[in-house]
């Protein structure tokens, strides 16, 4: 292998800088996505479990739509197609003077695409709970709203709180698909201090160990949470 | 959209065929050699020695932390400068989902082969089976079972992913269909034509999915 | 004061319940029985529309329970029910358990519904385990929370699901003690058992469920020493065989 090292090339500036701030934008992006999923996956992962059929039928379609596209083709429809969708003074807005267009359409389309796996495992969830658990909410009164308030949702969150945090992390991955659309994420950037500086392995490198800290660093945080918000009792519980 | 143009779609029907080849050989491969290389790993994580099991522990984590594209971009820099040659981006996108599918086929296999319970493993023991007898007939039957609708769901999960190469301008079915969108300034056709063809693909494989899963319980 | 008058119920193509009626009056406990699919759980989720019927009536003291438009909630949370596996909230501590369905159904103050909590709690003999979370308690421990659970809602009827048959054998006598208090003070109640000890003590009528039916409804000396169809009499004597 033929190949000149560099180490110091990623703290030589501007590499340093086009580092940190993609991973600043990888957060960005990742977490303001994962808002927009949690609070949409939420109500459509509630919306599977009510009694209405319509209702239902409406969320799983949700689901199976956004679940059985790749993300990259939502991200250029959401991107190219959506603006020419909309409403005329709406769409020349988004084209024209919507501020940081990239941004948003990537927090769009990774979150409304993130919220039908969110939805798959608050709805899983709250199925596992069993029927006369609810039943005996029922019983003493409360009404049907109540039990999803007071009993469903807070066990099922805290049941699925191992799941949400492996689909926290692969938004955080899939960030980087911002990448094509222009967004300057973390993935970005290293392949552009390859194209600058012709020191792939050292870039790729640094790419790989700032989403390597930033995994443990969500995992550790999330074993704290689930730690704490754990049902005694429940499988795994102290 | 008054003005959407079919005729776009229908002209470029062989070259977008072309394309969903690309795909279907990518996601095949890399299925078959990220299965393989999986098993592997998941063997070598529950009954290596312990060297092996860090080894495998570590490359499945490291796999599963960081992004495909991020995976993509390292080996089509990498493979060349490794063979000291050129290769075709195919090769190196093949490379680089084999061993990125291999982390999470690693952790279905191991997940599945844990799922056989332990009273299983006993009873194959008690009635005189070696192990190797034991995983042969009780442990690999029962696990592979419980693991094909995860394993399928993953396939389908790979497929999607494959529409990725096009950050590496290889020609599957989605940057082919980005090509014709862009040279013909059709962009709303040939993305929801897209979006249309990978829908019925992987809507028709969820459903056999939940068919079989259906099969299973009853 | 509980009448059930000629219900049907249908799973899909399955009748569970063919045209059921039954009168429970004031004070009075009865126990319903019968071989496992009979129908006779079902049958007591209906009492508070857990379980919709599919025609006939169901009053509890004037409310017509399968009435559209009957607010439920009000209703159920004046009927107890326990349940075959406790369904404490597991969330929950076993006095905030107690407190919920005051506070949130019957708006009772916090301070209040502690109060009325922990003189339940010491009345089925647990006020020490108020703290603990359900998973922490023994099943009659967490079955005697359950009934204590019911009873913070002042109900005027008590239904019970097979409220032994999850417990170890060990465990069975600590929660039909508390249940036969309750019956002593004159708490309406429909038990759904196959604890004949407890029908003998304490049931003034047992019902026999058969296949969806209610095939027979007799004064418990009567049906013990002289019941009427084949079916009770192979039931009883499989039952009281052990």
């Known amino acids: 292998m033929n190949y000149n090292w560099n180490w110091s090339v990623l703290f030589q500036e501007p590499y340093l800088g086009w580092l940190f701030s993609g991973l600043q934008w990888t957060l960005l992006v990742a977490i303001a996505a994962w808002v927009i999923a949690f609070v949409l996956g939420s109500a459509i992962g509630i919306l599977r479990t009510v009694p209405n059929r319509l209702v239902r039928t409406l969320a799983a379609a949700y689901v199976e739509l956004f679940r059985n596209i790749p993300l990259l083709v939502q991200l250029f429809i959401w991107y190219f197609v959506v603006p020419e969708l909309l409403p005329e003074e709406l769409g020349l807005w988004v084209k024209r003077d919507m501020p940081n267009p990239e941004y948003v359409t990537a927090v769009v389309a990774l979150g409304a695409y993130t919220a039908a796996r969110v939805a798959e495992q608050v709805r899983s969830g709250i199925q596992t709970i069993r029927k006369d658990l609810v039943n005996a909410g029922l019983a003493i009164g409360l009404t049907p709203l109540q039990t999803y308030l007071y009993i469903r949702l807070p066990i099922s969150y805290r049941i699925i709180v191992p799941p949400l945090t492996s689909e926290f992390l692969t938004i955080f991955k899939n960030s980087s698909l911002a990448l094509t659309i222009g967004v300057l994420e973390l993935t970005a950037q290293a392949r552009q201090i390859e194209n600058y500086t012709f020191q792939g392995f050292e870039a790729f490198t640094a790419a790989t160990v700032l989403y390597l800290v930033i995994t443990l660093l969500v995992v550790l945080l999330m074993r704290l949470i689930d730690q704490k918000t754990r049902i005694p009792g429940s499988v795994g519980a102290n | ?218 | ?242």
């Open chain 3, 1 to 242: 004061m509980i009448k059930i008058d000629n219900i049907d119920k249908w799973y899909d193509d399955f009748h569970v319940l063919k045209s059921c009626s039954l009168e429970v009056e004031r004070g009075e406990v009865i126990v319903i029985c019968g071989p496992s699919g009979s129908g006779k759980s079902t049958l007591i989720k209906c009492v508070n529309a857990l379980e919709p019927v599919d025609s006939g009536r169901i009053v509890v003291e004037e409310t017509d329970v399968t009435a559209k438009g009957t607010k439920l909630p009000l209703v159920r949370a004046r009927i107890g029910m326990v349940f075959q596996h406790f369904e404490l909230f597991p969330h929950k501590t076993v006095i905030e358990n107690l407190m919920m369905g005051q506070i949130k159904v019957l708006n009772r103050s916090r301070d209040e519904a502690r109060r009325k909590a922990e003189s339940l709690l010491e009345r089925v003999g647990l006020s020490d385990q108020a703290d603990k979370y359900p998973s922490a308690l023994s099943g009659g421990q967490q079955q005697r929370v359950a009934i204590a659970r019911a009873l913070a809602m002042d109900p005027i009827a008590m239904c019970f699901d097979e409220p032994t048959s999850a417990l170890d054998p060990e465990m069975i006598s600590e929660v039909l003690d508390v249940m036969v208090e309750l019956a002593r003070e004159g708490m309406t109640m429909m038990v759904v058992t196959h604890e004949m000890g407890f029908a003998r003590k304490v049931a003034r009528r047992v019902v026999f469920m058969d296949q969806g039916e209610v095939k027979e409804v007799a004064a418990t000396e009567t049906f013990f020493n002289n019941p009427e169809t084949d079916r009770a009499k192979e039931f009883l004597s499989k039952i009281l065989a052990h």
């Open chain 2, 1 to 218: 959209m008054s003005d959407f143009d079919f005729q776009v779609i229908i002209e470029s029907l062989p070259f977008l065929f072309d394309g969903l080849l690309i795909s279907f050989q990518l996601t095949l491969l890399a299925l078959l050699a990220g299965l393989a290389w999986g098993t592997i790993l998941a063997v070598m994580r529950i009954w290596g020695p312990a060297p092996l099991r860090w080894f495998s522990a570590i490359y499945v984590n490291i796999f599963r932390s960081i992004p495909l594209i991020l995976v993509i971009f390292w080996f089509y820099f990498l493979v060349p400068l490794l063979i000291g040659r050129p290769v075709g981006n195919f090769t190196s996108a093949l490379i680089a989902f084999s061993l990125f599918e291999a982390a999470y086929y690693a952790e279905i296999m191991r997940a599945g082969l844990n799922s056989v319970s332990r009273g299983q493993v006993y009873a194959g023991l008690a009635i005189g089976l070696s192990p190797r007898q034991n995983l042969q007939y009780v442990i690999l039957p029962q696990a592979f079972r419980n693991m094909i609708p995860v394993l399928l769901t993953q396939a389908i999960i790979l497929f999607q992913d494959t529409s990725l190469v096009y950050v590496v301008a290889l020609s599957d079915f989605m940057t082919s269909a980005s090509t014709v969108a862009k040279v013909e300034g059709r962009l709303a056709e040939m993305y929801l034509f897209a979006a249309l063809v990978y829908f019925v693909i992987c809507f028709s494989g969820s459903m056999l999915v939940k068919h079989l899963q259906k099969k299973k319980v009853a």
